[in-house]
T-cell receptor, first 112, second 114 residues
Framework: KQEVTQIPAALSVPEGENLVLNCSFTDSAIYNLQWFRQDPGKGLTSLLLIQSSQREQTSGRLNASLDKSSGRSTLYIAASQPGDSATYLCAVSGGATNKLIFGTGTLLAVQP | EAQVTQNPRYLITVTGKKLTVTCSQNMNHEYMSWYRQDPGLGLRQIYYSMNVEVTDKGDVPEGYKVSRKEKRNFPLILESPSPNQTSLYFC?????????????FGPGTRLTVL
């Protein structure tokens, strides 16, 4: 059974710092991995989707990498801003139903 | 604007009183699903639908029903709600295949069952 873990559960950094969020999964047979952002009182917003054949994806200040063999993904946020404060979730898809299996998220606080 | 909408956003009800949470998407997506989010457990899939009239159970379907009579709508039905169904619920949709297509999420429905 696929399990997705995100460490740390919470992270506080000063504005301008570069940071890395970690995601690990137990079964490497995945189709893709997605990173989402969740703001309080709002739904999830997809940030990046990495197909299983890809190694990384970039969008603006965000860069996500995927290492299927080791069951790991990282989300790199450059020059963090207070507006980046949110919960970041990773999710993998795979199996017969292609459903998403979510981690429990990392709560990020960027201090001005 | 492309979006997934849910109603109501907040609901407080009592045990046993049937309720329906509506979900609608305007992107002509074939795949729709429902998740619940609980502290420490993350998001877990309740039901999903690959297309009209095609639905199937996710990981935690007990106590829930769904229907997909139209492509744009995917209501979640709680026939006899119980306190353990108190949770934050999200509807999501993707174009065809959630393993390759981005999933779009609704704003969430916070349900409290007393």
């Amino acid at each position: 059974k696929q399990e997705v873990t995100q460490i740390p559960a919470a992270l506080s950094v000063p504005e301008g710092e570069n940071l890395v969020l970690n995601c690990s999964f137990t079964d490497s047979a995945i189709y893709n991995l997605q990173w989402f952002r969740q703001d309080p009182g709002k739904g999830l917003t997809s940030l990046l989707l990495i197909q299983s054949s890809q190694r990384e994806q970039t969008s603006g200040r965000l860069n996500a990498s995927l290492d299927k063999s080791s069951g790991r993904s990282t989300l790199y946020i450059a020059a963090s801003q207070p507006g980046d404060s949110a919960t970041y979730l990773c999710a993998v898809s795979g199996g017969a139903t292609n459903k998403l299996i979510f981690g429990t998220g990392t709560l990020l606080a960027v201090q001005p | 604007e492309a979006q997934v909408t849910q109603n109501p956003r907040y609901l407080i009800t009592v045990t046993g009183k049937k309720l329906t949470v509506t979900c609608s998407q305007n992107m002509n997506h074939e795949y729709m699903s429902w998740y619940r989010q609980d502290p420490g457990l993350g998001l877990r899939q309740i039901y999903y639908s690959m297309n009209v009239e095609v639905t199937d159970k996710g990981d935690v379907p007990e106590g829930y029903k769904v229907s997909r009579k139209e492509k744009r709508n995917f209501p979640l039905i709680l026939e006899s709600p119980s306190p353990n169904q108190t949770s934050l619920y999200f509807c999501a949709s993707s174009l065809v295949d959630p393993s390759t297509d981005t999933q779009y999420f609704g704003p969430g429905t916070r349900l409290t069952v007393l």
